[in-house]
């Protein structure tokens, strides 16, 4: 049922349109300039969503969360390092202000056969580099893993990076491997766990913005999680670099 909250949005590209599309269910979203000029506005906003490319995320939360007592939806990944993630969370702590990370495709995992052997696959047409690759993607197929197993128990890691724009990375823990491919390539989307489209559910992101709005969600282990994905993803990263 729409209400007469209002809540601040920061970012007006291709899935932050989705994610007002979708607020509009439940509230009344208000579309913030990134120089945040309208400051006094800001300070009667409960609730953030921050849809804007990674490298602007750091600068962005820090501004909000000097309102203090704020709850903020961050799409993935929050910021671009450990080092600065645990920055911002440590400053949500003093601000006594909450954060959200993005973890849609967990809405699936109910549904998730796991395997002795894993695939994960996706495709689309989206070139870039390496490095992007994983600030894009990798983030919600580690969320997936990590719902079933603990990531630092990993026994190796293989990254196959031969060809522009595919990407190929192998973790190996002691009953379970996943390989996981990246296509951005190919005209046609595709999302894949073990053969489980992914992408069918439609009504996903809806479902979560609902839940976060209502403070249904988990923060403390939202956080926790990301945590341990983001230490994984840099470790990633230093090897491709």
Aim: proline letters at 2%; aromatic letters at 14%.
């Amino acid at each position: 049922m729409k209400s007469n909250l209002f809540v601040g949005v920061i970012g007006k590209g291709e899935w932050g349109k989705k994610v007002i599309y979708n607020l509009k269910n439940y509230c009344k979203p208000y579309l913030i300039d990134r120089s945040f000029k309208d400051i006094n506005k800001l300070k009667e906003i409960k609730f953030f969503f921050i849809i804007t490319p990674v490298k602007s995320h750091y600068h962005i939360i820090n501004k909000i969360l000097k309102l203090k007592n704020k709850i903020i939806f961050c799409e993935k990944p929050l910021t671009t390092n450990l080092y600065k993630t645990k920055k911002i969370f440590n400053i949500a702590n003093l601000t006594k202000s909450k954060i959200y990370i993005s973890d849609i495709f967990n809405y699936h995992s109910s549904k998730i056969k796991f395997k002795n052997i894993n695939f994960i696959l996706r495709n689309k047409y989206s070139p870039c580099s390496h490095l992007e690759i994983i600030d894009k993607f990798l983030y919600h197929d580690l969320s997936l893993i990590n719902k079933k197993l603990k990531l630092n128990t990993y026994q190796k890691l293989i990254i196959k990076k031969n060809e522009p724009n595919k990407l190929k990375i192998i973790l190996v823990f002691k009953n379970f491997t996943f390989n996981i491919f990246y296509d951005l390539t190919k005209k046609r989307k595709v999302y894949t766990f073990n053969n489980y489209n992914l992408l069918k559910n439609k009504n996903i992101l809806n479902d979560l913005l609902r839940k976060f709005l209502k403070n249904k969600v988990n923060f403390k282990k939202n956080n926790e999680s990301y945590l341990k994905i983001q230490k994984l993803t840099d470790k990633i990263k230093n090897i491709i670099k």
